[in-house]
Nanobody, 121 residues
Framework: QVQLVESGGGLVQAGGSLRLSCTLS????????MGWYRQAPGKQRELVAT???????NYAESAKGRFTISRDNAKNTVYLQMNSLKPEDTAVYYC???????????????WGQGTQVTVSS
């Protein structure tokens, strides 16, 4: 079975750093963009950052200058380095992989179960 597993979440003080990791595993023929999304209490899920296969990145305005997304294609892993964390960054962070091909006519997105990031004052 194809799955995405996130790790690296936790509790950190404001101004601290965390590094999230997400690994896509299973029988995978190909995939494209990977990214991180987050959902805070009372808010809709929002994009944090994405990275395409070739390495081009896209960041939410709130993440620019503080977060860095990267990927290791050989390991099917995407990372999110989060620096200068703020309490407003507190949310469940979800990993996403789009256009994951598992067969000739089997292409779909996959989501991880989420990892909690809590930033305290």
């Amino acid at each position: 079975q194809v799955q995405l597993v996130e790790s690296g979440g936790g509790l950190v003080q404001a101004g601290g750093s965390l590094r999230l990791s997400c690994t896509l595993s299973g029988r995978i023929l190909s995939f494209n963009t990977m990214g991180w999304y987050r959902q805070a209490p009372g808010k809709q899920r929002e994009l944090v950052a994405t990275i395409a296969l070739a390495g081009s990145t896209n960041y939410a305005e709130s993440a620019k200058g503080r977060f860095t997304i990267s990927r290791d294609n050989a390991k099917n892993t995407v990372y999110l380095q989060m620096n200068s964390l703020k309490p407003e960054d507190t949310a469940v962070y979800y990993c996403n992989a789009d256009r994951v091909r598992t067969g000739p006519m089997a292409v779909r997105d996959f989501w991880g179960q989420g990892t909690q990031v809590t930033v305290s004052s």
